[in-house]
């Protein structure tokens, strides 16, 4: 069984900067990815970025490109979202996702939430103008 617990929420106002951290206690499997995804209420969740275990290749999502990385200490167990640059729109509840599956046609990781097996329970990120 696999367990995540993120932390690093907080206000911040816009321009700023947050890490996100995700405890992870279980088994990863390499052939799999991990993710961050967010979502506001009355939309669906949105994958963020993501990042393949075996190898490290990452992913985002158009909308944080450039602002966001994703990251993992496999030392610590812990993956990290830095998040730079954050704007009003990135304000929303993140959760971080374990076992994620790697496309083979796409040579990427999904980023649709129902290729996640594992959630945590979300840390709240608001920016403010």
């Known amino acids: 069984q696999v367990h995540l617990v993120e932390s690093g929420g907080g206000s911040v106002q816009a321009g700023g900067s947050l890490r996100l951290s995700c405890e992870v206690s279980?088994?990863?499997?390499?052939?799999?990815?991990m993710g961050w995804f967010r979502q506001v209420p009355g939309k669906e969740r949105e994958g963020v970025a993501a990042?393949?275990?075996?190898?490290?290749?990452?992913y985002y999502a158009d909308s944080v490109k450039g602002r966001f990385t994703i990251s993992r200490d496999n030392d610590k167990n812990t993956l990290y979202l830095q998040m730079d640059s954050l704007k009003l729109e990135d304000t929303a509840m993140y959760y971080c996702?374990?076992?994620?599956?790697?496309?083979?046609?796409?040579?990427?990781?999904?980023?649709?939430?129902?290729?996640?097996?594992?959630w945590g329970q979300g840390t709240q990120v608001t920016v403010s103008s």
């Open positions: 996702a374990g076992d994620g599956l790697y496309s083979l046609s796409n040579n990427s990781c999904s980023m649709s939430a129902e290729s996640f097996t594992y």
């Open positions: 279980g088994s990863i499997y390499s052939s799999y990815c």
């Open positions: 990042i393949f275990i075996g190898g490290g290749s990452t």
